[in-house]
């Protein structure tokens, strides 16, 4: 470009436009006439006020819009600005017209035709929708020639911005995350819907409220975004039209893809290990809970301190949540190993302290009963059951984080200790499975094990599959195991005896206490064999 073409784009940022128009026919003229002189597209970011806050020299086929952070999203359904640029064939708006639309959630999209005369021509334009059940995410006008083209943006903007708000109808008072689940995974679809289902329990344990989900099979992963870029403009726009407020991936996600998502959607962005470690951090009560939680959060913290983004706020207080300069990360990063190193340490302690225990409880000679099992399976329900105790019921996921121990009376003045342990689940991050198998450690000892399958699932066996890999992955493969399906209450009793039949399980339904007979029979027989069984 030469001197005099760089002035003339320049002054364009002396222009300004009334708040209720487009674009004036001057200024239109203007971008029209440099724009067919250039062989180039000209565009212009026009804000509410009518300041023009950038003007884009393109090529001849499209402009690259800048960041745009001068103006946040916030709680904002539009951004508060839009797009008014040239097309030199005078061609409708393009399909990354329609993208940067929907990813920048501009308030409206235009394009001009500059004529060979240098005149406007037809004048195209869009807007994004509100949320609506076809799903259809924008609209695009029909095209008009220019100096027929009459539309207040004061009062559309206004208007747009009130139905998007009043689509949405919500409690103003429920002040939980508003998610959007995602999974983008090649393996095969059903085991692709049942994780997501299963994601949608994590959520619900934290506190989340699930709005929508999205899934995606693509032969590769993209490892930018994980998933593809007409995904993420759909993904955009469901957020935005139904308020979402973070999105929950399914997958792990690395350091780059947390930021880069983050960046182009600017919400929080968390994977599922971030999920559990949420559920974790909530339900740890214990001084070993609290550590094994805090030494699990930093050792996943610790590869993501890089550099920018939000998705950590849920996790140590907010540590990463704006990115601090790089030698702030370095202080971080030397912090953080200076604490797990503190708490491996302590947790080593604390790991004596439950030996001592443990090995008091073996000299007693009272026999030891550890109730294993997916999370959710009903663990803490059997304990109380069997117990008569009154440890913490919830049908949610890791509702128990912390060992529970109770004493369970046989008749001939017979005890055994029974203890309740954290929930398996599958795909549980390594660093999360070292710390707690501390917790895990109160298994060791048990004379029987008892494996709780929740048989109303209908993916049981696949979680009996993980809680007997996970098992033999810690090195209690070799305790005598007992079968035990539960929830027979929620299944025809057909259809669950045969199962107990085929799997060689007994039936129980630890709600009802009348149905524990059989196992407590069982227990007293292998506790106690050839003395025979009284319950």
Request: charged residues 30%; aromatic residues 4%; neutral net charge.
């Amino acid at each position: 470009m030469k001197p005099s073409q760089i002035k003339a784009v320049e002054r364009i940022y002396n222009r300004r436009v009334p708040a209720d128009r487009l674009i004036t026919p001057e200024l239109a003229r203007y971008i029209t006439e440099i724009s067919r002189e250039l062989r180039r597209q000209i565009g212009l970011i026009i804000n509410r006020r009518g300041a023009i806050v950038a003007v884009i020299v393109g090529d001849e086929k499209e402009i690259i819009i800048p960041l745009l952070a001068d103006y946040p999203l916030g709680k904002r359904h539009l951004r508060g600005v839009r797009c008014v640029h040239t097309h030199l064939k005078g061609e409708p708006l393009t399909q990354d017209d329609l993208t940067d639309l929907a990813l920048l959630r501009l308030d409206i999209m235009s394009a001009i035709g500059a004529l060979d005369s240098g005149l406007p021509g037809d004048i195209h334009t869009a807007h994004l929708l509100p949320y609506n059940p076809e799903g259809e995410t924008y609209k695009v006008e029909d095209s008009v020639p220019f100096h027929r083209y009459d539309i207040e943006m004061d009062s559309f903007t206004a208007s747009l911005e009130a139905e998007m708000g009043r689509a949405i109808m919500r409690d103003v008072s429920d002040t939980r995350e508003r998610a959007i689940l995602v999974s983008v995974s090649t393996r095969h679809r059903d085991e692709q819907l049942e994780s997501l289902e299963e994601l949608k329990e994590l959520a619900r344990t934290s506190n989340v409220l699930v709005l929508d989900s999205i899934c995606q099979r693509p032969q590769t992963l993209n490892p930018k975004y994980l998933m593809g870029t007409g995904k993420i403009k759909e993904l955009i726009v469901k957020a935005l039209q139904k308020e979402a407020t973070i999105l929950i991936f399914d997958q792990e996600l690395t350091p780059t893809q947390i930021r880069e998502l983050g960046n182009i959607t600017e919400l929080k962005v968390i994977d599922r290990t971030q999920l559990i470690l949420d559920i974790f951090a909530r339900r740890a009560h214990s001084r070993d809970g609290k550590v094994q939680v805090e030494l699990a959060q930093l050792k996943y913290l610790l590869p993501k301190l890089t550099g920018k983004g939000i998705s950590l706020s849920r996790l140590m207080g907010g540590i990463g949540g704006r990115g601090p300069g790089e030698t702030k990360l370095e202080v971080d990063r030397r912090r953080v190993g200076d604490r797990i190193a503190h708490l491996e340490k302590e947790l080593r302690s604390l790991s004596k302290g439950r030996f001592e225990r443990r090995r008091k409880r073996a000299d007693s000679g009272v026999p030891i009963i550890s109730i294993a099992g997916y999370t959710n399976a009903g663990k803490s329900t059997l304990l109380n059951a069997l117990t008569k105790s009154g440890t913490l019921v919830e049908d949610k996921l890791f509702a128990t984080l912390d060992t529970a121990t109770r004493r369970l009376r046989f008749p001939r003045e017979r005890d055994a200790v029974i203890t309740d342990t954290v929930g398996f689940i599958k795909d549980l991050p390594e660093d999360l499975l070292k710390a707690f198998k501390a917790t895990l450690e109160e298994m060791e000892d048990a004379d029987i094990l008892i494996h709780l399958v929740d048989a109303s699932n209908p993916s049981f066996e696949k979680r009996m599959e993980t809680v007997r890999k996970l098992l033999d992955e810690i090195g209690l493969a070799d305790i005598p195991t007992l079968l035990v399906f539960n929830k027979a209450d929620l299944m025809d009793p057909i259809e669950a005896g045969n199962l107990a039949r085929r799997f060689d399980a007994i039936l129980v339904s630890a709600f009802k206490p009348e149905s524990l007979t059989p196992l407590l029979k069982e227990l007293e027989m292998r506790l106690w064999p050839g003395e025979g069984a009284k319950v």
